[in-house]
């Protein structure tokens, strides 16, 4: 019994032996070398030059100046953002009562003025 567990072990160790001998080259290779950075292909560095044109803008602005710059338009012509419904409201409610308009007419005039706002 006691050979036999003598040449396991002993077939354990070799084995270990042989298995760091033929890795320690190429684990010398890798860890004196340094990993290369990753190369960016064009799109994605057009788009890392987009982000960092946009730098300072969050959520939906910087999306929109983004997308600009993807698409190759001047930053002064990204899209504005559209008036909210509470905006809308408070310019045709203006209108309304500087045109002093009551009842029906007044409820027309909100009625288009805040579908056809633009």
Request: overall charge positive; hydrophobic content about 40%; proline content about 4%.
């Amino acid at each position: 019994m006691s050979l036999r567990f003598s040449l396991i072990a002993a077939s354990a160790a070799l084995a270990f032996a042989a298995t760091t001998a033929f890795a320690s080259p190429q684990a010398a290779s890798t860890t004196a070398a340094a990993p290369a950075k990753k190369e960016l292909t064009s799109s994605q560095q057009h788009m890392s030059d987009c982000s960092k044109q946009a730098a300072g803008k969050k959520g939906a602005e910087f999306k929109a100046a983004v997308s600009a710059c993807m698409k190759g338009e001047p930053a002064a012509a990204a899209p504005t953002a559209k008036q909210t419904q509470q905006e809308k409201m408070k310019s045709c409610n203006a209108d309304a009562k500087t045109k002093a308009l009551k009842g029906d007419a007044r409820k027309t005039f909100m009625k288009d003025c805040l579908s056809n706002h633009p």
